[in-house]
């Protein structure tokens, strides 16, 4: 999974000649070919993050973590003097590489530059949570330049919303009705996933809804995935009968061919 991702991290990672734009921005690659823009840089405690905009979708890559067990992964960021807060990953097939559910909300909070304190929960040997604590340099234009090539805002009222997303998605009194049911799109992947963000109405559609990511990028489940939000309803637990109340919510959705 995502050997494309990795292999573009390390070809990167090798020729920073290559994408050196300013001295005191991230390292930044084009590749006209592949309609592709990538963003990076490396630490000495060995960690490596990427943001990729590739034909309009956007992804970004944390390299060099703690092997995960699992193919979800949880990691716990720190911003400067912010309080921290759990974002969700996706391991790949190194172990040691993961992508991000959110990857325009990090673009704008990593391009800000500064201290970051990235904690891995059970990551250290003995089964400790461990933690990185790096210096980011900030973004002036490369990051800029990935968000602005997918067609991503540079500033975006949600983040702080979908910072305080639960794990299942939804806000607490509010449940699906009719959750999300995409049909397996006319493609030549076997699998992948997309995590979607989209906005309540007050009769439980949804609405201004966002691919936040997708992969694999040309797989058509973005698309698929929008075309089920239509269909889609939510209901108001807290005050049942009761009209949705306004709220960003979000939501995985996993493809696998049918056997």
């Known amino acids: 999974m995502n ?21 005191a921005d991230w ?6 070919a592949k309609k592709s823009v990538l963003a990076f840089t490396v630490f000495d405690v060995g960690l490596s993050v990427a943001f990729r905009c590739v ?18 992964r ?9 309080p921290p807060y759990d974002s969700l990953w996706t391991a ?29 929960p059970g990551g250290a040997p003995d089964g400790r949570n461990l933690r990185y604590d790096v210096e980011l340099p900030a973004s002036n234009g490369a990051i800029d330049e990935v968000l602005t090539s997918c067609g991503r805002p540079l500033v975006d009222p949600r983040d702080e ?34 995590v979607t963000t989209c906005l309540t109405t007050p009769d439980g ?24 939000t239509r269909r889609a309803r939510l209901r108001n637990t807290a005050q049942p009968g009761q009209p949705v109340p306004p709220q960003l919510v979000s939501f995985r959705t996993n493809f696998r061919q049918p056997q």
């Open 74 to 82: 949880t990691l716990q960021l720190g911003f400067q003097d912010r």
């Open 205 to 228: 559609r949804l609405d201004d809804c966002v691919v936040e990511m997708e992969h694999p990028h040309d797989s058509g489940f973005g698309e698929a995935t929008l075309r089920s």
């Open 3 to 23: 050997r494309p991702l990795i292999a573009l991290l390390a070809c990167a990672v090798a020729l920073p000649a290559l994408a050196q734009d300013a001295p």
């Open 92 to 120: 790949t097939t190194d172990r040691t590489v993961a992508v991000g559910d959110y990857p325009a909300m990090l673009a704008r909070d990593f391009r800000e530059g500064g201290s970051l304190k990235l904690t891995v």
């Open 55 to 72: 034909d309009g979708s956007l992804n970004t890559v944390i390299a060099g973590l703690p092997a995960s067990r699992q193919d979800r």
């Open 161 to 194: 919303i979908m910072a305080a997303i639960p794990d299942s998605g939804l806000p607490v009194g509010m449940d699906w009705a009719r959750p999300p049911r995409p049909s397996f799109p006319n493609t030549n992947y076997a699998s992948g996933f997309v």
């Open 27 to 32: 390292d930044l690659v084009r590749d006209p």
